[in-house]
């Protein structure tokens, strides 16, 4: 029989993964955690089931190359330039002042100058995986905060590769400053090569590919390119992660990344968990026991630093305390590209063993610490803003009496394109209103078109007083984030137990915990997207409106069922109308072209002994004939108010709108008319 120990070591390292990470995900822990765990625990300073960890640190570099190559194919070029700012202001001054101060502390503590430097770049990179993870099952990706820290996490992966190049200068295995030119020089050639020439030569070879129709071929061409681009930077002396890293920006650009990422992934996800796993491998127990307190110390200290600067940065862009700090404590572990440039390091003796040691001690922390830290970081942000942060709530002094002045008016939470509709209907209706908003650049945007949008936290008391909760009708919270959500509707209703709060969510899952915290209606973004789908595609097939109200209201109540059990009495409009008839509905129907009511008259078109519904309106241009007598004639834009049983509103909806199919019958006749040929 054939003896393969790197399959023996593989199928040992996947089976004591699985159950590792299993627990790592019971206990709300990242991935990542799991596989370093499970490299501490078969590597050889913990049960040594792994006899040869050289062979695994292979794969493990294959893991590292398909993990800058999926980093390259989703950072395209267009969107760093779209997070401009956030990213080369924000990402440059964190990367920057976070080398500086850790550079500095590491020299006080007596190591030599390189050392230092070398120590700064690896203390400055934050872990790209762990957090988007936490923040993508948080739902907190396109918060404020979340965006902040992908913009800074973007530069960071762009720094990868210039730290890369610059761990053997440190190390001083270049000669001299003339090979770290040459060095350099034959980067810019590379880097050169592989994007000028890769966007010409490998868009046009996939989309050749692509045309044979045979996605195993298609596959193969894409990895190709990522291993062969990393081959060809390793020809010229430097990291295969700088040529993955570049191919997959070249091919992000190209009509074809999106499906390259797709094909990617699996093997990405594989190989950078038995990245994961070596260098957890790497770590010895028993050299961190013999230093328990200097590792703690070490962790402590890259937290305060890490967060500190980041606090600094973020208030830089003009973001609110709160954002800066949870941001602070977002990023506040160490990266997991950190321990390729430590490997390095090591074998080129910038690092010795007991102080590579100490460094992954630390970094391991660090990332155990992560998912706590962002656990805590909303409360936590919320009180030392109290103490801490700027004024609540910036209300221009001249427009201050104004504000204390309103009285039954809405506050609205948030001044994105929710808000910015809602803030456009409310003014053409005359009813005045407040926007409270934590993106300062947005804020003077709509101070500058005169609309009143203040910058402040619309989840604070102090905040939420200072445009007067307790005399508002409406608090309209128009936030991505759900803690948030749940905070500022807690607040508002401990504030207000009178006023109406509505808040826009992501999912369907928010409902029970808005309601149970004082939410009024809940508008889940997931459950009305999906209505809103299904409604087009029954209307492409003809289905009666009025049956797609019915299929409507029976997915509502399938998700809205505990929302409506804590309804107030008289919520819904049709519990008004119960004396009429149980089951008795209201509806607005607009009138159509070549439909029965057209021209006829209230008493001629004969409704409610035709369908059963009752006519309550004819809305016209800005005009409402309520109770309309039976002489009124039906136009062609009329809105028509009915109240019926859901059978009587379907049927009178036929007599004022054409069903899809006739739609399309009236199209094609009138066509017809006009060219007989068609």
């Given at each position: ?22 627990l ?10 799991g ?9 050889p ?17 294959m893991?590292v ?10 950072l ?16 440059a ?5 976070t ?8 020299m ?6 390189n ?13 790209t ?6 923040y993508?099952?948080?739902?907190e ?12 996490l973007i ?5 990868v ?5 610059l761990?053997p200068?440190?190390?001083g ?8 030119v ?21 868009p046009w ?44 920006l070249?091919l ?6 999106m ?11 594989t190989?950078?968990?038995?990245f994961?796993t070596?260098?957890?491998m ?18 402590l ?8 600067v ?34 390095t ?8 063993p ?22 805590v970081?909303?409360?936590l942000?919320?009180?030392a ?7 609540a ?12 002045a ?7 939470v ?6 910015r509709?809602l803030?456009s209907?409310?003014e053409?209706?005359?009813?005045r209103?407040?926007?409270?908003e ?7 945007r ?29 608090v ?9 959500e ?9 504030l ?14 928010e409902?029970e ?28 097939y003809?289905?009666?409106n ?10 509502r ?13 008289g919520?819904?409009l ?6 009429l ?13 070549n ?15 035709a369908?059963g ?9 800005d ?7 039976p ?13 019926g ?5 379907e049927?009178?909806?036929?007599m ?6 006739m ?14 040929h068609?």
């Amino acid at each position: 029989m054939h003896d393969l120990p790197l399959l023996r070591d593989l199928v040992i390292l996947v089976a004591v993964a699985i159950p590792v990470v299993v627990l790592a995900q019971r206990f709300r822990l990242p991935t990542i955690v799991g596989f370093l765990l499970t490299g501490i625990a078969i590597g050889p300073n913990g049960l040594a089931l792994i006899h040869n960890p050289e062979s695994v640190s292979t794969l493990a570099e294959m893991g590292v190359v398909l993990l800058l190559f999926t980093i390259g194919l989703e950072l395209s070029l267009s969107r760093v330039i779209r997070m401009g700012r956030w990213v080369l202001q924000g990402g440059a001054l964190q990367v920057g002042v976070t080398m500086l101060v850790v550079t500095a502390v590491t020299m006080l503590a007596g190591a030599r100058l390189n050392l230092a430097i070398f120590v700064g770049a690896l203390v400055a990179l934050s872990s790209t995986a762990i957090i988007l993870k936490l923040y993508t099952d948080r739902g907190e990706l396109d918060t404020t905060h979340g965006r902040v820290v992908v913009a800074v996490l973007i530069f960071q992966d762009l720094c990868v590769v210039p730290m890369m190049l610059l761990v053997p200068i440190l190390a001083g295995a270049s000669e001299g400053a003339l090979q770290a030119v040459r060095t350099i020089l034959i980067s810019v050639v590379i880097v050169g090569i592989l994007v000028f020439g890769g966007r010409r030569v490998v868009p046009w070879a996939l989309e050749r590919i692509a045309a044979l129709r045979n996605r195993e071929i298609f596959t193969l061409a894409v990895v190709l390119v990522g291993v062969g681009a990393a081959w060809i930077t390793s020809l010229a002396g430097l990291s295969l992660a700088l040529g993955a890293f570049l191919a997959g920006l070249v091919l992000s650009e190209s009509d074809y990344g999106m499906q390259a990422l797709s094909d990617v992934l699996p093997f990405r996800d594989t190989f950078s968990g038995i990245f994961f796993t070596s260098v957890g491998m790497l770590l010895d127990p028993a050299a961190l026991a013999e230093r328990p307190f200097l590792v703690v110390e070490v962790t402590l200290a890259v937290i305060v630093i890490k967060t500190a600067v980041v606090i600094g940065v973020v208030k830089s862009l003009k973001r609110s305390f709160r954002v800066a700090m949870i941001g602070g404590l977002g990023l506040a572990q160490v990266g997991e590209f950190s321990f390729v440039l430590a490997s390095t390091g090591l074998a080129l003796g910038l690092l010795v063993p007991w102080q590579y040691q100490l460094f992954l001690g630390a970094s391991v922390l660090t990332m155990l610490l992560t998912p706590l830290m962002v656990g805590v970081a909303e409360p936590l942000s919320e009180r030392a803003a109290r103490l801490l942060g700027p004024p609540a709530v910036m209300i221009p002094t001249q427009e201050m009496r104004t504000v204390d002045a309103l009285v039954d008016h809405v506050i609205i939470v948030g001044w994105g394109l929710t808000g910015r509709n809602l803030a456009s209907a409310l003014e053409k209706m005359g009813i005045r209103y407040v926007v409270l908003e934590t993106n300062g650049q947005a804020v003077r945007r709509a101070r500058l078109a005169r609309q009143p949008v203040f910058f402040g936290d619309g989840t604070r008391v102090e905040v939420l007083e200072k445009v007067g909760i307790h005399r508002a009708r409406v608090v309209v919270f128009a936030i991505a984030s759900a803690g948030e959500e749940r905070r500022g509707t807690a607040v508002a209703r401990s504030l207000n137990p009178d006023a109406r709060i509505v808040v826009r969510t992501r999912y369907v899952r928010e409902i029970e915990e808005l309601t149970r915290l004082g939410a009024d209606e809940i508008v889940p973004e997931e459950l009305e997207t999906s209505v809103e789908i299904f409604a087009r595609v029954l209307r492409r097939y003809g289905v009666p409106n009025g049956r797609i109200r019915r299929l409507i209201e029976e997915a509502r109540a399938d998700q809205y069922e505990i929302f409506r059990a804590g309804e107030k009495p008289g919520r819904r409009l049709s519990d008004a109308l119960t004396p009429l008839g149980g089951g008795v509905l209201v509806d607005t129907v607009i009138v159509e072209e070549n439909t029965p009511a057209v021209g006829e008259t209230v008493q001629s078109l004969g409704l409610r002994a035709a369908t059963g519904a009752t006519l309550v309106a004819v809305i016209r241009g800005d005009a409402a004939r309520f109770s309309p007598g039976p002489d009124e004639q039906f136009a062609v834009g009329d809105e028509v108010m009915l109240v019926g049983s859901r059978d009587a509103l379907e049927r009178a909806t036929a007599m004022f709108q054409l069903s899809p199919r006739m739609q399309d019958t009236a199209t094609f006749t009138a066509e017809m008319e006009r060219d007989p040929h068609v």
